[in-house]
C-alpha cells in the first residue's frame, strides 16, 4: 500500500471533524462546550463517553480509551493508522495516490483481520460484477432483484450481487488474485470437498453485510430454487471479523436517519430493510433472522432510546419474539409494537404503498409494548381467571425488567387501570421480582446533570516519591509543553524571552536530566528534533502522528480538566485557580517536581546497592556519600519549591 504523503495527512486532518465521524458512530449531545455520549467501547447506561470538538479529541472514561479522530477510528473499526486516514480522506473528498493492487506477499504479512477485509471486499466487488456484466448474472440474479420491485439505484446502494451458479469461479478468481484460500474458507466464501474447491454462494443471490463504518464484515446468500431440502438462506460463517450477535443488516445505511428521527425500525430480514429504504423509511434495520441479541439493541441504544418493532402477521413468530422486547427494556429502551396487515410484512407493504403513506400507518397503528403483548396473549385466554393471572403476570416481569423507576410506576399504574386491580398489588410484585436480581442504579436527575469528577490536575498535586510515579510527573512536564510550549516565557537571570518549550529544555539540559517514560521519551526527542529545525510541537502535532500510544497519552494530557472546571464555575458557582494564571509558577513547580522524582529514583536505586551485604567497605563510603549528597540536593529542592519532603 503506497504511503500517504504529509501534506495530504495534515489536509485530512485539517478537514476531519471528530465530532461528525464519531456522530455516526454514537449518539452525541451537548455537555457544555463537549459533547457526551454512551460508550462504544463498552456496555454501560449512564454516559460517559466525552468528545471535545474545539480540541479535536475523545475520551471514554468507562475505558480509559482516548485520542484523536484517526485513534477512534483504529480503535473501533480495527483500522490500520493508513486505513483510518483514507476512509477520513474517503469522507471529505480528499485525493490521495491510487493504491496498486497488493501482492500475494504482502497479503500473507498482513494480519488476519486486515486479509479477510480484503478478501470480503473483493467478494463484494466480484459478486456485483457477475450480476450486472454476466448472462447468467443477469438473467437470473439481477433479474430476481428487480421482480421483487427494487430500483438500479436501490440494487446499487445496498451492493446486491449473484454468485455464478458454474462452482468454483469466485474461488477461481481470488486464488488467481493471490489470495489465500485459508482465508477464502475461514469467511465462508469457499469450501473444499474431496479435493475439490468450491464456491459456499454457488447460484445464490447475494447480500452483503456491512459494519456501521461501511466494512464487509460477511454475505447473506439466498437460494432462488423451490427445493425445500435446500436451505432458503445460507448466512458467512462467524470468524475474527464477523460476529451476527453483534450486527445490524443496513446500519450502515440507517444510522444518520435513525439519529434524525430518534427512533430505529427493526425488521427482520434483509429485503424487508431494503423495501423500508426505498420506500424513503431509511431508519431500518433487521436483525438478520436471527433472534434479537442484548448486543444489537445496545448498538442500536448508541444512536437512539426509541425502537418500533415492525412484525408480520405470524402470531407464533410474535410470541418467540417476547424475549427481544423483555432484553430492550431491561437495557433501558423505549419499545413499540407495529402489526401489519395478514398476509403483510414490511417488504410487501412498503411496495405498495407511498412514503407518506407508511409513515402514517406506522405513526398511527404501533402499540405499546403493554397493549401488544395483552393483546396477543388474551386471544387464549379468554375467559379463564387462572389463565388470565398467568398473563398479568407475565407483563408485569416485563415491567420489572425496567431499570428507571419512573417508568415502572407508569406502566404499574396502567396495568392497574386496564385490569381493574390494586396498583399496590402491581408495584410489589414488581418489587419482588426486582429483588435479589437487580438492584436499582442511581437515577436522580441532579446526580446525571452534574459535571463528572476528575482526579485534580497534576500541577495542583504535593508529588512525593511514596504517592506519587515518576511516569505520573514525566507526563506532567510533557504536558506542560503541549498546552503551553509556543508561549513566552521571561526569567530574571535573561534579557531575552523563551518560549516554554525552550527554557525547559535549557533547564533539564544543565542537569542532564531525561525521560525513563518510553511514550514521554519518544515524545520529548520529538520536541528536542523540532526544536533543532526551529519548529516548537504542541498537542496539534502530536495528536495527528501514526503511533497510537503517543495519540492517547496526548489526548489524555490536554484532556478535559478546563471545561469541568468551567462547568463548577457557570452552575455551581464554585470557582478554581487555573494554572495559565500564573504560568511562570506553575512551570517551576513542574520542573521541581520532576527534578524531585528524578532524586528519588537516584537515592532509591543507591539504597538498593547499600543493601548489599558483599560491598566492600570502600565502595560502600563511596555509595553512601552519593546518598548524602542526593538528599541534600532533594531537601534544597524541597525549599525552593516552598514545602518540605520528610522522607
Known amino acids: 500500500m503506497s504511503k500517504i504523503p504529509g501534506h495530504i495527512i495534515d489536509e485530512i486532518m485539517s478537514a476531519s471533524r471528530i465530532e461528525e465521524v464519531i456522530g455516526e458512530f454514537v449518539q452525541l449531545k451537548r455537555s457544555g462546550s463537549n459533547l457526551k455520549g454512551l460508550s462504544p467501547f463498552t456496555n454501560e447506561k449512564t454516559p460517559s463517553f466525552m468528545v471535545s470538538p474545539a480540541k479535536q479529541i475523545f475520551k471514554c472514561f468507562s475505558t480509559g480509551k482516548g485520542g484523536s479522530v484517526v485513534t477512534f477510528l483504529m480503535e473501533k473499526e480495527h483500522y490500520s493508522y493508513p486505513e483510518?486516514?483514507?476512509?477520513?480522506?474517503?469522507?471529505?473528498?480528499?485525493?490521495?495516490?491510487?493504491?496498486r493492487e497488493p501482492t500475494a506477499e504482502e497479503l500473507a504479512a498482513a494480519n488476519e483481520k486486515d486479509a479477510l477485509f480484503i478478501i470480503n471486499e473483493f467478494a463484494k466487488n466480484h459478486f456485483v460484477s457477475s450480476m450486472n456484466q454476466t448472462d447468467e448474472g443477469k438473467s437470473i440474479g439481477l433479474s430476481y432483484f428487480r421482480q421483487r420491485g427494487f430500483t438500479q439505484e436501490t440494487?446499487?446502494?445496498?451492493?446486491?450481487?449473484?454468485?455464478?451458479?458454474?462452482?468454483?469461479?469466485?474461488?477461481?478468481?481470488?486464488?488467481?488474485?493471490?489470495?489465500?484460500?485459508?482465508?477464502?474458507?475461514?469467511?465462508?466464501?469457499?469450501?473444499?470437498?474431496?479435493?475439490?474447491?468450491?464456491?459456499?454462494?454457488?447460484?445464490?443471490v447475494i447480500f452483503p453485510i456491512h459494519s456501521a463504518s461501511g466494512r464487509v464484515l460477511g454475505f447473506g446468500g439466498r437460494t432462488l430454487l423451490n427445493d425445500k431440502k435446500i436451505?432458503?438462506?445460507?448466512?458467512?460463517?462467524?470468524?475474527?471479523?464477523?460476529?451476527?450477535?453483534?450486527?445490524?443488516?443496513g446500519l450502515f445505511y440507517a444510522k444518520g436517519e435513525i439519529i434524525k428521527l430518534d427512533e430505529c425500525l427493526l425488521c427482520e430480514g434483509y429485503t424487508d430493510v431494503i423495501s423500508m429504504h426505498q420506500a424513503g423509511m431509511c431508519n431500518a434495520v433487521s436483525s438478520s433472522g436471527t433472534s434479537l441479541t442484548r448486543e444489537q439493541i445496545r448498538l442500536i441504544s448508541r444512536y437512539t432510546k426509541n425502537i418500533t418493532i415492525l412484525y408480520d402477521g405470524d402470531t407464533a413468530g410474535i410470541k418467540a419474539s417476547f424475549r427481544g422486547i423483555d432484553l430492550i427494556l431491561e437495557e433501558g429502551l423505549n419499545v413499540k409494537v407495529l402489526l401489519f396487515p395478514d398476509?403483510?410484512?414490511?417488504?410487501?407493504?412498503?411496495?405498495?404503498?407511498?412514503?407518506e403513506?407508511?409513515?402514517?400507518?406506522?405513526?398511527?397503528?404501533?402499540?405499546?409494548?403493554?397493549?401488544?403483548?395483552?393483546?396477543?396473549?388474551?386471544?387464549?385466554?379468554?375467559?379463564?381467571?387462572?389463565?388470565?393471572?398467568?398473563?398479568?403476570?407475565?407483563?408485569?416481569?416485563s415491567i420489572s425488567l425496567i431499570p428507571d423507576p419512573i417508568t415502572r410506576s407508569i406502566y404499574a399504574k396502567e396495568i392497574a387501570m386496564k385490569y381493574e386491580l390494586e396498583e399496590s398489588l402491581i408495584t410489589t410484585e414488581v418489587t419482588r421480582l426486582r429483588s435479589g436480581k437487580w438492584a436499582d442504579s442511581i437515577d436522580e436527575p441532579w446526580l446525571k446533570d452534574a459535571p463528572i469528577l476528575q482526579p485534580e490536575p497534576a500541577e495542583?498535586?504535593?508529588?512525593?516519591?511514596?504517592?506519587?510515579?515518576?511516569?505520573?510527573?514525566?507526563?506532567?512536564?510533557?504536558?506542560?509543553?503541549?498546552?503551553?510550549?509556543?508561549?513566552?516565557?521571561?526569567?530574571?537571570?535573561?534579557?531575552d524571552n523563551l518560549s516554554v518549550t525552550e527554557f525547559i529544555i535549557e533547564d533539564l539540559s544543565k542537569d542532564e536530566?531525561?525521560?525513563?517514560?518510553?511514550?514521554?521519551?519518544?515524545?520529548?526527542?520529538?520536541?528536542?528534533?523540532?526544536?533543532?529545525?526551529?519548529?516548537?510541537?504542541?498537542?496539534?502535532?502530536?495528536?495527528?502522528?501514526?503511533?497510537?500510544?503517543?495519540?492517547?497519552?496526548?489526548?489524555?494530557?490536554?484532556?478535559?480538566?478546563?471545561?469541568?472546571?468551567?462547568?463548577?464555575?457557570?452552575?455551581?458557582?464554585?470557582?478554581?485557580?487555573?494554572?495559565?494564571n500564573?504560568?511562570?509558577?506553575?512551570?517551576?513547580?513542574?520542573?521541581?517536581?520532576?527534578?524531585?522524582?528524578?532524586?528519588?529514583?537516584?537515592?532509591?536505586?543507591?539504597?538498593?546497592?547499600?543493601?548489599?551485604?558483599?560491598?566492600p567497605p570502600e565502595e560502600f563510603l563511596v555509595i553512601l556519600s552519593q546518598q548524602m549528597v542526593y538528599e541534600k540536593i532533594k531537601q534544597q529542592l524541597s525549599t525552593r519549591n516552598g514545602r518540605i519532603i520528610l522522607k
Open 84 to 99: 483510518a486516514l483514507r476512509w477520513l480522506a474517503n469522507k471529505y473528498n480528499i485525493a490521495i495516490p491510487v493504491d
Open 155 to 204: 440494487i446499487d446502494k445496498f451492493q446486491l450481487g449473484y454468485c455464478l451458479n458454474t462452482g468454483s469461479d469466485l474461488t477461481d478468481a481470488a486464488l488467481e488474485k493471490g489470495y489465500k484460500f485459508e482465508y477464502l474458507d475461514k469467511v465462508g466464501l469457499s469450501k473444499e470437498r474431496d479435493g475439490r474447491k468450491f464456491d459456499f454462494f454457488k447460484g445464490r
Open 231 to 249: 436451505a432458503k438462506y445460507f448466512n458467512s460463517p462467524e470468524s475474527s471479523i464477523y460476529n451476527k450477535s453483534e450486527i445490524l443488516y
Open 343 to 355: 398476509g403483510e410484512d414490511p417488504d410487501s407493504f412498503s411496495r405498495k404503498n407511498s412514503r
Open 357 to 397: 403513506d407508511l409513515s402514517q400507518f406506522i405513526a398511527t397503528n404501533r402499540q405499546d409494548f403493554i397493549a401488544f403483548k395483552a393483546g396477543i396473549l388474551l386471544e387464549q385466554v379468554q375467559n379463564d381467571p387462572l389463565q388470565k393471572a398467568k398473563l398479568i403476570k407475565e407483563i408485569i416481569h
Open 460 to 495: 495542583k498535586q504535593v508529588f512525593t516519591p511514596a504517592e506519587s510515579s515518576s511516569a505520573t510527573i514525566e507526563k506532567d512536564l510533557i504536558r506542560i509543553m503541549l498546552k503551553y510550549g509556543d508561549q513566552e516565557i521571561s526569567t530574571d537571570d535573561r534579557t
Open 513 to 580: 536530566l531525561t525521560f525513563t517514560h518510553e511514550v514521554c521519551r519518544q515524545m520529548y526527542e520529538q520536541i528536542l528534533q523540532g526544536l533543532r529545525e526551529n519548529i516548537i510541537y504542541t498537542s496539534k502535532f502530536f495528536l495527528r502522528v501514526e503511533d497510537a500510544h503517543i495519540v492517547q497519552i496526548t489526548s489524555e494530557l490536554v484532556g478535559f480538566e478546563e471545561e469541568l472546571s468551567s462547568a463548577w464555575e457557570s452552575k455551581y458557582k464554585i470557582y478554581t485557580k487555573h494554572e495559565s
Open 582 to 615: 500564573d504560568l511562570s509558577n506553575t512551570i517551576m513547580q513542574t520542573l521541581y517536581n520532576f527534578k524531585q522524582a528524578k532524586i528519588a529514583e537516584y537515592i532509591h536505586v543507591l539504597q538498593q546497592q547499600l543493601a548489599d551485604e558483599t560491598l
